[in-house]
């Protein structure tokens, strides 16, 4: 109990998820970004060690360099800070379709073992449970974008056996579907949750456990999983986001309006 | 050419009619919205990629038989409450819904500016999207057997937007985020534009789209008319007003109160003020 608490990182676990999902983009990469969790992460790699990060909203906006986080995906300040504006057919025909962009961020609402996303409907389709927003852009970013980062708290609610709707494909049902479907772009290569990171086995394409946070428990991640998930050989710890990232993501956060919610996912 | 709103929409939108109210988070043409509301114009198929609060108020006031669209949510804060209602508990009318991609819709509505019967795009595959709508369909291509995405050409009998200015021709002109609303406008038998302001001459704006007049059936000088959400360089997007909408939607008694006073004018219902007074 002692020894867990004292390595855990004076940080939240929201705060260590964003950090850890920022140090997933490269500097110099376009970057497809969805509003909430994805658009914070990818702001704060452009702060910190990605200036170079070209980030793409679906509005239009290509190049944008917000000094605060949108709330939408179309808020003024991105036109106003963009590279150049185009209209929404040519973001997914032009940008996003040929595979030109580098990364896509996706949250979800439900993500089974393959990574196959939900952001549709929990329960029936004829009858939900809960009607989710649908999929907006998720569906291509998720089948052309060259590798998929997919953040989303981890729980068993949301971690689930098979997903209720497919609304976004990962890894289908295994090795080779996405070859099948003729889906172009690697899928979802790390799924980085507020307790650890898992990564789709290279032979299976199924998600395995390949990096806790600090201060959080093997044990405590499985429990928070609805399948029985797996845990690579070589996990490690996840490196703790250093003072610069947390001042900087502070600072990013500080400066947004409450109303900014992470939890709509592909937004 | 140039009318005023009431009358826009009476010429324009009919019972039964297929209406698409574009405008990606900028721009959306929530005043026409209400007023549709105002003249109870019912039996609807609303399209819209993004349908947000306007849509949520018309699904809610009973405009709606059926909603095309790729996304419904309420940005930045949550989820559509009357959207939901609709579509689980029937409520006040039961809502057919017929969901895609944002590339679906945005492919959709370039076919249908562009005269074709379909689009093909790479979308929709391995998703349950497909199955759920005869809108989506595989195809080979001609020339390489590739197997690809069909989705049919949409075009809406009315398309409405909002833009900065026009001038007294009825030429349209927007800029910043411009969406899908040009080929919302081309893809559609009628079009109705409100905008901020009508001015002499439409100087250039860097990055703007122009709607030439020979294809806006009417004009609406609406100041606003895009509130809660934003006109570049006019007024910024009302976040709280965003934020405010949940509570006022998550229930129908609430709402029902809202669109009384709100929408149409009248006084409160609630008894509580008239026991008050009463008493």
């Known amino acids: 109990m002692t020894s867990a608490a004292a390595e855990a990182p004076a940080c939240t676990s929201d705060e260590m998820m964003t950090v850890t999902a920022s140090r997933a983009l490269r500097d110099g990469s376009a970057c497809f970004v969805g ?13 910190t060690h990605a200036p170079g990060l070209w980030m793409i909203y679906e509005s239009g906006t290509l190049g944008a360099t917000p000094s605060v986080l949108p709330l939408s995906i179309g808020d003024g300040e991105l036109a106003e800070t963009a590279d150049t504006v185009v209209s929404v057919p040519e973001v997914f025909n032009y940008w996003l379709q040929p595979g030109r962009i580098d990364t896509g961020f996706l949250g979800a609402a439900q993500i089974d073992r393959y990574g196959n996303i939900n952001t549709t409907v929990i329960g029936d389709y004829g009858a939900p449970k809960v009607r989710l927003p649908g999929a907006g852009g998720a569906p291509e970013i998720a089948a052309n974008c060259r590798e998929v980062v997919v953040i989303v708290r981890q729980s068993r609610r949301a971690f689930v056996e098979s997903v209720d709707f497919t609304t976004s494909v990962g890894h289908g049902s295994g090795p080779g579907d996405r070859e099948r479907l003729g889906l172009r ?78 939890r709509q996912g592909t937004r | 050419m140039l009318v005023p709103l009431d009358e826009g929409v009476r010429e324009l939108v009919r019972d039964g009619d297929t209406v698409a109210l574009e405008g990606f988070t900028h721009l959306i043409p929530v005043e026409a919205g209400h007023e549709i509301i105002r003249q109870g114009i ?40 009357r959207f939901r209602d609709a579509v689980a508990g029937g409520w006040p009318a039961p809502l057919e819904i017929e969901e895609h991609s944002h590339a679906g819709m945005a492919n959709r509505y370039v076919a249908g500016a562009s005269g074709l019967p379909f689009a093909v795009l790479r979308g929709y595959t391995g998703t349950d999207l497909v199955g759920r709508t005869p809108n989506v369909k595989a195809i080979s291509c001609p020339f390489t057997g590739e197997e690809l995405t069909a989705v049919p050409a949409l075009n809406p009998d ?122």
Not at chain 1, 35 to 47: K, M, Q, V
Not at chain 2, 232 to 243: I, K, P
Request: hydrophobic share 40%.
């Open chain 1, 185 to 262: 772009g690697a899928g979802p290569t790390r799924v980085i949750t507020d307790l650890g990171v898992l990564e789709p086995d290279p032979r299976t394409r199924e998600l395995t456990l390949t990096s806790v946070h600090p201060g959080t428990t093997v044990q405590q991640v499985r429990e928070a999983t609805g399948w029985d998930l797996a845990v690579s050989a070589d996990l490690r710890t996840t490196p703790a986001p250093d003072p610069h990232e947390l001042a900087v993501l502070r600072s990013l956060t500080g400066r947004t309006p409450p109303t900014h919610d992470g």
């Open chain 2, 42 to 81: 019912r039996d609807l198929t609303l399209v819209r990629m993004t349908p947000d609060v306007v849509y949520d108020r018309m699904i809610g006031a009973g405009c709606a038989r059926k909603l095309v669209f790729s996304w419904g949510g309420n940005p930045g804060v949550g989820s559509l409450h």
């Open chain 1, 35 to 47: 509003i909430g969790l994805p658009s914070t992460a990818a702001n704060l790699a452009r702060r």
């Open chain 2, 158 to 279: 009315v398309a409405i937007v909002h833009a900065q200015r026009a001038d007294r021709a009825g030429n349209v002109q927007m800029w910043g985020i411009t969406g899908v609303q040009k080929e919302a406008v081309l893809a559609s038998s009628r079009a109705l534009v409100t905008v901020e302001e009508v001015v002499d001459e439409l100087e250039p704006v860097p990055g703007q789209v122009l709607l030439p007049s020979r294809v806006v059936t009417a004009v609406s000088v609406v100041p606003g008319g895009a509130r809660p959400s934003y006109t570049h360089g006019y007024y910024v997007r009302d976040n709280d007003a965003y934020q405010a909408w949940d509570a006022i939607s998550r229930d129908r008694e609430r709402f029902a109160e809202w669109l009384r006073t709100e929408i149409h004018g009248l006084p409160p219902a609630r008894e509580g003020s008239a026991a008050k007074e009463s008493a």
